[in-house]
């Protein structure tokens, strides 16, 4: 699966994750709750 643009560039902020739960790509940010993002 591609990962969105809008996604990666979450990915860089301190604290975040990208994970994969049932077929989605999440991006999980304990440090900054705001910086949740869903694709798929």
Do not use: C, E, F, Y
């Not at 979450?10 to 694709?39: E, F, I, T, Y």
């Amino acid at each position: 699966m591609k990962v969105r643009a809008s996604v990666r560039s979450l990915k860089s902020r301190p604290g975040a994750k990208v994970v994969r739960r049932h077929g989605r790509v999440l991006v999980v940010n304990k440090l900054d709750p705001r910086g949740k993002s869903r694709q798929g």
